[in-house]
């Protein structure tokens, strides 16, 4: 199936990924936020690739439009691989994360902080038709926040090959980077399609 059929409707409510989206597909793909009314379902999965999948399916259900949907989560080794599936409900608020990770890594060395981003991107056409990616990018959680740009985990989140959080990076800079960019490039990569600049 090809992307160029129609735009691709995000099955997220959070603007900012749906952003991010937008730059990283560039003139490649035609990407919109999921149409007012978009109803989540409840991500029950045990993968990232199986939630990401039962957001977009329920987009295709509610509206009939072509439908991507990401999961993403972050890894913690220090903390057995928390918060994982659960990392943007592991706390009420995005401060409240952030407290979250900082206390749980407490008197860890840094050398013990190793850490990664997941992201599995599904896109599923009405006909059933889909395609499924996943990325990584492996970083450490640094023992302060630095840094103004991104959202989420980003202040803490350092890329240890640039010494500098995924917060401190520039938009052109994470668009190249991050575990968000990667997904998209990979599923650039299965279409045939070129990929964006970063």
């Not at 952003?19 to 990407?31: H, I, K, P, R, T």
């Not at 991500?43 to 199986?50: R, S």
């Not at 943007?88 to 990770?101: I, S």
């Not at 401190?168 to 980077?177: G, I, M, P, Q, Y």
Request: proline residues 8%; contains cysteine.
């Amino acid at each position: 199936m090809s992307p160029t059929n129609g735009p691709f409707y995000v099955a997220t409510t959070n603007a900012h990924k749906v952003e991010e989206l937008q730059a990283l597909f560039g003139d490649a793909v035609s990407v919109q936020p999921a149409p007012a009314g978009y109803a989540a379902p409840d991500e029950d999965e045990p993968t990232y690739t199986g939630n990401a999948r039962l957001k977009a399916e329920a987009l295709v259900r509610q509206f009939g439009f072509p439908a991507l949907a990401d999961d993403s989560g972050l890894e913690v080794d220090a903390l057995d691989g928390a918060p994982g599936l659960h990392t943007a409900r592991w706390a009420d608020t995005p401060e409240a994360r952030l407290q979250k990770l900082e206390q749980g890594l407490s008197g860890v060395a840094p050398a013990q902080r190793g850490a990664r981003f997941v992201c599995a991107l599904v896109a599923v056409w009405p006909d059933g038709t889909s395609t499924t990616v996943e990325a990584t990018v492996d970083g450490r959680i640094a023992t302060e926040r630095r840094g103004v740009g991104g959202f989420g985990y980003d202040p803490l989140f350092e890329l240890p090959e640039l010494g500098r959080t995924m917060a401190e990076l520039s938009a052109v800079e994470k668009n190249h980077f991050s575990h968000r960019a990667r997904a998209v490039r990979a599923l650039l990569d299965a279409w045939a399609l070129p990929v964006a600049p970063a």
